[in-house]
Nanobody, 125 residues
Framework: QVTLVESGGGSVQAGGSLTLSCAAS?????????IAWFRQAPGKEREGVAS???????AYANSVKGRFTISRENGKNTALLLMNSLKLEDTAMYYC??????????????????WGQGTQVTVSS
């Protein structure tokens, strides 16, 4: 069983920055998980934002490339999402997700079994 806890959401003006944190608690601390961030805005489908594999490989949605950076602590199931140059359209509920192996589709939400409760990010003008 994996429990994911997100933190770091909040309100920020356009152009500002926020850092989200995802901490995964597991029964076996030696097992590493692939971790990703997804977001869902009101009336829109959930979309993949960024992912980091247990080996450190990263993937990003085109809409956030160059602005967001995902990283993880070595040997830990903790991932950070640094969000710079935030835009109004980045406003959404952000969810952390994890699974043992997501293969070639790291931004596909159907590949993830474990999900956090979400943290709200609001960008205002």
């Amino acid at each position: 069983q994996v429990t994911l806890v997100e933190s770091g959401g909040g309100s920020v003006q356009a152009g500002g920055s926020l850092t989200l944190s995802c901490a995964a608690s597991t029964d076996n601390t030696y097992i590493q998980y692939d971790i990703a961030w997804f977001r869902q805005a009101p009336g829109k489908e959930r979309e993949g934002v960024a992912s980091v594999s247990r080996h450190g490989s990263t993937a990003y949605a085109n809409s956030v490339k160059g602005r967001f950076t995902i990283s993880r602590e070595n040997g830990k199931n903790t991932a950070l999402l640094l969000m710079n140059s935030l835009k109004l359209e980045d406003t959404a509920m952000y969810y952390c997700a994890a699974d043992l192996w997501v293969g070639q589709e790291p931004l596909n939400d159907r590949m993830y079994k474990f999900w956090g409760q979400g943290t709200q990010v609001t960008v205002s003008s």
